[in-house]
T-cell receptor, first 114, second 112 residues
């Protein structure tokens, strides 16, 4: 079975550019999570969706960050404009919340903003 | 806010030793996750538990809801167990939203 698929695996771009990270959850999972991991702050939950609806976006750092889930098989996390402090590894995970199953993580996108 | 503390932060042990990693939290939870992150960066969910004990191979996770504490044990440790182990707690905020708060992780190194 395919796991959670994230793209790109690595992204290097210049400050001010728009960055779009993509995630395809495991088929049948109805909840999707976006996380950010940095050395300073560890893992942080940015936003999560249940049945394609954003439930809690209180972890989104500021208005430059936005996330969408247009359908059950695709989500994006967008940063516009990007800043060097956004450099981190961004993980996507999916699960079925009501089933009490663990989350399955993608391999992450390593983002570097120069 | 749920404060999650892990100990120790770093742990180095000889192959074969019994390993214990601890996690404490401050607010009642609905579930607790133990995650493993290897040097390559990938994250794997090891356990999710809300009471009692779970076992998978050489890994055992326990939780004491009253004491707000969980432990992850590794028996007969092996160099391939070297990784960062992260505790995460699932809880409900005052606004009714489900939250996930992570500990800072325990870096485990097993020496052959």
């Amino acid at each position: 079975d395919a796991g959670v698929i994230q793209s790109p695996r690595h992204e290097v771009t210049e400050m001010g550019q728009e960055v779009t990270l993509r995630c395809k959850p495991i088929s049948g999972h109805n909840s999707l999570f976006w996380y950010r991991q940095t050395m300073m702050r560890g893992l942080e939950l940015l936003i999560y969706f249940n049945n394609n609806v954003p439930i809690d976006d209180s972890g989104m750092p500021e208005d430059r960050f936005s996330a969408k889930m247009p359908n059950a098989s695709f989500s994006t996390l967008k940063i516009q404009p990007s800043e060097p402090r956004d450099s981190a590894v961004y993980f996507c995970a999916s699960t079925t919340l009501s089933s009490n199953q663990p989350q399955h993580f993608g391999d992450g996108t390593r983002l570097s903003i120069l | 806010k749920n404060e999650v503390e892990q100990s120790p932060q770093n742990l180095t042990a000889q192959e074969g030793e019994f390993i214990t990693i601890n996690c404490s939290y401050s607010v009642g939870i609905s579930a607790l996750h133990w995650l493993q992150q290897h040097p390559g960066g990938g994250i794997v969910s090891l356990f999710m538990l809300s009471s009692g004990k779970k076992k998978h191979g050489r890994l055992i996770a326990t939780i004491n809801i009253q004491e707000k504490h969980s432990s992850l044990h590794i028996t007969a440790s092996h160099p391939r167990d070297s990784a960062v182990y992260i505790c995460a707690v699932r809880w409900v905020s005052n606004f009714g939203n489900e939250k996930l708060t992570f500990g800072t992780g325990t870096r485990l190194t097993i020496i052959p």
